[in-house]
């Protein structure tokens, strides 16, 4: 059985305490790795590392920083099939979207790297003579990066790879369900030239790990995805010491569909959106709905295609639908059932474990005849887990849409343009797709929500750049006499 270390100061180093945890495959309970768990001190050393290797990684220049990064993501594309495996084995996803997941870190690190050629600034006139206003942007220090386990790859990179292209240096802590990819990533990005330091990896748990991270002083900024409940308490934690701090977290993610909706389109959406990645997307759609004129027909017909998704292990080509992450990922998928039983929703399709597979599977659940004041209708689930609404108007929709307290990705299925624009203007979220499912976001624009779903910030694109630098503002006066802004001008 492999075993993995922590990487620090460009080494593979044990923890202090040499304790271990397991990495197990949740499509067959198989333990695929043993990891050794940092502990405080060991986050110290990473963070003393990242602090040690700033000056000369902030000096570099930009363009010869993406270097780096255009070798990284040429070996992240050549190693494509054989990381998607990996993930398929570590995650559970299917291997399809592996492949996706993969693709899109590939997407984020040539993205990155370009803008090493950019990172751009404004330039302005000045309200007086001889004076030249300009900004430039400056990387922030040692960053603590804290991903997810639902895009092993994906998220690291929309993280780490604007992070270095910025200058700064780098504190990461992968989701410790699936650190397999961001180790590959580590040892691709330092085989492609990463000087040691710039770029420390620390596994294990929150309450340690992830603790150490938000406290320690010498961290500047944080980025994390994740669940709103530590999401909150980061943001808390982080902002006694001002730490500058990204929050990506949950979404409850409505697909609208209209009377005049393309009803096969919407159900391939709908299916695609609700159970795509088993549920395990921040931008899952796990509301839908439904104009009432329609309503009978896309219930039926959506059943119908839900019933033939086929589950298993994601190895295999034919699945369409892999495990859920982990066991206690299970039991709260199977609490929610229970909820909306309980609630009086009727469960229409699916509503247990998938037995006899080995695995956390979970059959695809619909649930119809929610009300849009129900817990299923109104809390994260993360699960393959659909709540059917019905409705009488747009307006009706929009206000059940916006109703829940997060606000990541909206969608909206429907023929008619003007319905279309006034989703746009009315849905409370930070991604609205028309005629396309709540997942599928493309890494060059920016990605975030509104509400409980963050704090206002935006990952990828240049939103990126935004994310891990800050802006100082220069006046250059070269009149050769004391100009005074607002006052020497009438
Ligand atoms: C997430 O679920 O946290 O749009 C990220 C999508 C993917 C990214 C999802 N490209 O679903």
């Known amino acids: 059985m492999q075993e993995y270390k922590l990487f620090i100061n460009g080494e593979w180093v044990d923890s202090e305490t040499g304790e271990m945890f397991q990495d197990v495959n949740p499509a067959t309970l198989?333990?695929?790795?043993?990891?050794?768990?940092a502990?405080?001190?060991?986050?110290?050393?990473?963070?003393?590392?990242?602090?040690?290797?700033?000056?000369?990684?902030?000096?570099?220049?930009?363009?010869?920083?993406?270097?780096?990064?255009?070798?990284?993501?040429?070996?992240?594309?050549?190693?494509?099939?054989?990381?998607?495996?990996?993930?398929?084995?570590?995650?559970?996803?299917?291997?399809?979207?592996?492949?996706?997941?993969?693709?899109?870190a590939i997407d984020m690190t040539y993205y990155a790297a370009g803008e090493g050629r950019r990172l751009l600034g404004e330039t302005t006139p000045s309200e007086l003579p001889n004076k030249f206003c300009l900004t430039v942007r400056r990387p922030i220090g040692v960053v603590g990066l804290i991903t997810p386990w639902n895009f092993p790859l994906a998220i690291p990179a929309w993280k780490i790879m604007p992070a270095l292209i910025s200058g700064n240096t780098i504190v990461f802590k992968p989701a410790s369900d699936t650190p397999l990819l961001s180790i590959e990533l580590v040892k691709i990005l330092t085989e492609a030239g990463l000087p040691k330091g710039v770029l420390n990896l620390v596994m294990g748990e929150g309450s340690t790990v992830g603790s150490e991270?938000?406290?320690?002083?010498?961290?500047?900024?944080?980025?994390?995805?994740?669940?709103?409940?530590?999401?909150?308490?980061?943001?808390g934690e982080a902002g006694k010491d001002m730490k500058r701090v990204s929050l990506e977290l949950g979404g409850k993610n409505p697909i609208i569909v209209m009377d005049d909706a393309d009803m096969e389109l919407a159900i391939d959406g709908v299916l695609w959106g609700a159970f795509g990645t088993t549920g395990q997307r921040c931008t899952a759609a796990s509301r839908v709905i439904v104009h009432e004129k329609i309503l009978p027909a896309f219930q039926k017909k959506l059943i119908d295609r839900t019933k033939k998704l086929k589950l298993g292990n994601g190895l295999d080509e034919n699945t369409d639908m892999g495990p859920v992450i982990n066991n206690s990922q299970l039991q709260k998928v199977s609490k929610y059932v229970e909820i909306g039983k309980e609630e009086g929703a009727k469960l229409a399709l699916g509503g247990k474990p998938a037995q006899p597979l080995p695995g956390y599977f979970f059959l695809p659940t619909i649930f119809t005849d929610v009300s849009s004041d129900m817990r299923i209708a109104r809390e994260e689930i993360f699960g393959p887990v659909l709540s059917i609404i019905s409705t009488g108007s747009l307006d009706e929709a929009i206000d059940i849409a916006n109703s829940v307290v997060y606000?990541?990705?909206s969608s909206i299925y429907t023929e008619n343009i003007k319905n279309a624009f006034k989703a746009i203007e009315k849905l409370d979220s930070g991604i609205t797709y028309i005629n396309a499912p709540t997942i599928g976001a493309e890494i060059h624009l920016p990605f975030g929500g509104v509400k409980a779903t963050g704090n206002g910030t935006r990952e990828a694109g240049?939103?990126?750049?935004?994310?891990?630098?800050?802006?100082?503002?220069?006046?250059?006066?070269?009149?050769?006499?004391?100009?005074?802004?607002q006052i020497d001008v009438e």
Not at 93 to 100: D, F, T, V
Not at 214 to 235: D, P, Y
Not at 471 to 479: H, L
Request: charged content about 30%.
């Open 462 to 485: 240049t939103t990126s750049i935004d994310e891990f630098t800050e802006i100082k503002t220069v006046y250059f006066d070269y009149s050769g006499r004391l100009q005074k802004a």
């Open 39 to 104: 502990s405080a001190g060991d986050v110290q050393s990473a963070v003393d590392s990242a602090e040690e290797a700033f000056d000369s990684w902030s000096g570099t220049p930009a363009p010869l920083r993406a270097k780096i990064l255009f070798r990284a993501a040429r070996m992240l594309e050549e190693r494509k099939e054989e990381l998607s495996r990996l993930m398929t084995q570590e995650m559970g996803k299917i291997l399809k979207e592996a492949r996706g997941d993969v693709q899109e």
């Open 213 to 235: 991270i938000v406290h320690n002083k010498s961290i500047r900024a944080i980025s994390f995805t994740g669940s709103v409940e530590t999401g909150k308490w980061i943001l």
């Open 407 to 409: 606000g990541l990705s």
């Open 30 to 37: 198989e333990t695929i790795a043993h990891l050794q768990k």
